[in-house]
């Protein structure tokens, strides 16, 4: 079945620590990729997206992302989390190319704490 | 802020009520979009509304209702309800959600109890 999968349903890490969040699509066609970050009584914003091209795709708030096909993965990194990086997490992807309406099928989260 | 404005941030209704929520988009984006967001269930897409005229509806129950009379606005009218329904309910809007690749902007969504 096609899904997006994010394993870690909640990560811990200390203040400076790197992070890694990890992501897993299953689709025939490599879909669009997309992370989106939510903020404590806030919406959603986008982190970054990733559609063809460079596989390793720099976004806001120094995340990066990694595409890598043959493991069907997204995983989102940061080499240095800072408090304010406390949120919740989305993996999201729109199965590409064709017929779409704009949407997006969500992972179920990763929410990450950081310890001071 | 987003752009994106969502009315009210806090609903409580009964069974038998009959409720509104508002979402404005102040991007001039044309596509906009129900979100529900459910403790430990992915968002699921609801509805999509793309140049006033809907495109997507995800299998939702009649008793949830979408309006969307222009680009800018759009209503998610409420009706006999059940406690399962509670949850952060978000509107988003687009640019164009033909191309795939466009960004969602997110409002920070209205929060639900169903009693």
């Known amino acids: 079945a096609q899904s997006v999968t994010q394993p870690d349903i909640h990560i811990t890490v200390s203040e400076g620590a790197s992070l890694e969040l990890r992501c897993n699509y299953s689709?025939?066609?490599?879909?669009?990729l997309f992370w989106y970050v939510q903020s404590p009584g806030q919406g959603l914003q986008l982190l970054l997206k990733?559609?063809?091209?460079?596989?390793l795709v720099q976004g806001i708030k120094g995340f990066e992302a990694e595409f890598k096909r043959s493991q069907s993965s997204f995983n989102l990194r940061k080499p240095s989390v800072h408090w304010s990086d406390a949120a919740e997490y989305f993996c999201?992807?729109?199965?590409?190319?064709?017929?779409?309406?704009?949407?997006?099928?969500f992972g179920q989260g990763t929410t990450l704490q950081v310890k001071p | 802020e987003t752009g994106v404005t969502q009315t009210p941030r806090h609903l409580v209704m009964g069974m038998t009520n009959k409720k509104s929520l508002k979402c404005e988009q102040h991007?001039?984006?044309?596509?906009m979009y129900w979100y529900k967001q459910s403790a430990k269930k992915p968002l699921e897409l609801m509805f999509v509304?793309?140049?006033?005229?809907?495109?997507e509806n995800n299998s939702v129950p009649s008793r949830f209702s979408p309006e969307c009379p222009n680009s800018s606005h759009l209503f998610l009218h409420l009706h006999t309800l059940q406690p399962e329904d509670s949850a952060l309910y978000l509107c988003?809007?687009?640019?164009?959600?033909?191309?795939?690749?466009?960004?969602?902007?997110f409002g920070p969504g209205t929060r639900l109890l169903v009693l």
């Open positions: 988003a809007s687009s640019q164009d959600p033909t191309s795939g690749q466009e960004t969602q902007y």
């Open positions: 689709y025939g066609a490599t879909p669009y």
């Open positions: 990733y559609f063809s091209g460079d596989t």
């Open positions: 999201a992807v729109v199965p590409a190319p064709s017929g779409n309406t704009g949407k997006l099928i």
């Open positions: 991007l001039g984006h044309n596509a």
């Open positions: 509304y793309n140049f006033k005229e809907q495109t």
